[in-house]
């Protein structure tokens, strides 16, 4: 690796629900900059769950958070000219990280609707555990199950 690791960056809290988790959901839904649609579709989400669900937008957003987050991926190495995949515990960092891009890839795969719609009924499958991105933890999950015959050659 060249040069100096980038420093982290500290995000603010979100305005309305002083929820760091809350204000990194609209910097990954932010495309090139626009930040006030990403709050508008975040904020419109939210109230669609509050609606359909009678309950705290936050709360339901939280666990549908843990719900996605992965414990185990798959790490590929190269053992003796042999590729093995290699499960690996995942850092909390990058689980929450893996959580925010399951759940927006989900719900912007969803065709048809506005994306405060398609992100709020993706969370609120998310909270049940059903839906496209707790599918998706649940196949890396599986992966590093069957491989775990391979976890010797982990560091």
Excluded: C
């Amino acid at each position: 690796m060249r040069g100096k690791q980038a420093p982290k960056r500290k995000i603010n809290a979100d305005p309305m629900y002083s929820s760091l988790n809350v204000a990194k959901l609209i910097n990954y839904v932010m495309y090139s900059g626009k930040k006030s649609t990403a709050q508008k579709i975040v904020y419109g989400a939210f109230e669609i769950i509050k609606e359909k669900t009678k309950k705290d937008p936050l709360e339901v957003f939280e666990t549908a958070l843990r719900n996605i987050s992965p414990t185990l991926e798959v790490k590929s190495r190269r053992v003796g000219g042999a590729n093995y995949q290699i499960p690996i515990q995942v850092r909390a960092e990058r689980r929450t990280q893996l959580a925010y891009r399951w759940l927006l890839v989900a719900a912007r795969g969803k065709k048809g609707q506005p994306m405060k719609e398609k992100l709020a009924s993706e969370l609120i499958a998310a909270s049940d555990n059903t839906g496209e991105a707790v599918k998706k933890k649940a196949d890396v999950q599986r992966m590093a199950e069957a491989n775990r015959a391979f976890a010797h050659f982990a560091r």
